[in-house]
């Protein structure tokens, strides 16, 4: 009867459809992704005043806090991206990553600032920013680069109106700086 109690112990004591709880026979794809990164984007595309040849860019909505440095921290299915240049405490937003090495990033923030508009200095400007992005990661060398497209709503005035309202396109590459198995030697 001991013999049998015992039996059953162990064949309780290991998981079902043969699978092992040895989490170290197969790596994990997204090791060391939290860290920080240096956020490069490209030229934002949209919110443009004017026509033609007259045409500017009113690219000042992400100019100032969306190039620099980067914070990824949380964990792959709940991460945070922090951008210390935006805002007072900076600017946070939300996303994850599949295994796929697939992410998404997504969120609003206010944005408040005087900036040089239309030829006229020392123009407050307000707006609520809804960011929302998609990319892919890739790992080399210990290292995370981070690459794919921003869209950023900027709702000037926070005012729910559609005629103030417009859409910047970015695109971008993060490389990671430092991170678990990062030492941001490339």
Request: net charge negative; proline share 4%.
């Given at each position: 009867m001991k013999r049998?109690?015992?039996?059953?112990?162990?064949?309780g004591c290991g998981s079902k459809d043969g699978e092992s709880g040895d989490t170290g026979t197969t790596a994990?794809?997204?090791?060391?992704?939290?860290?920080?990164?240096?956020?490069?984007?490209?030229?934002?595309?949209?919110?443009?005043?004017?026509?033609?040849?007259?045409?500017?860019?009113e690219n000042f909505w992400v100019t100032g806090w969306l190039d620099g440095l980067m914070k990824v921290d949380g964990t792959t299915d709940a991460m945070t991206f922090l951008f210390p240049g935006?805002?007072?405490?900076?600017f946070e937003f939300q996303g994850s990553m599949l295994e796929d090495k697939s992410f998404n990033v997504y969120g609003s923030v206010i944005f408040e600032d005087v900036v040089d508009r239309q030829g006229l200095e020392d123009v407050a400007v307000m707006a609520e920013l809804s960011l929302s992005g998609v990319g892919?990661?890739?790992?080399?060398g210990g290292c995370w680069t981070l690459k794919g497209m921003l869209s950023i709503n900027v709702d000037e005035d926070d005012n729910d109106l559609d005629a103030d309202d417009c859409t910047l396109e970015v695109p971008f590459e993060a490389s990671q700086l430092d991170g678990d198995s990062c030492n941001g030697a490339l």
């Open positions: 049998f109690l015992m039996v059953l112990v162990l064949a994990d794809p997204l090791t060391g992704v939290i860290g920080k990164y240096n956020f490069i984007p490209g030229a934002a595309t949209g919110c443009t005043v004017g026509e033609g040849d007259e045409a500017e860019s935006g805002g007072d405490g900076g892919d990661g890739e790992k080399s």
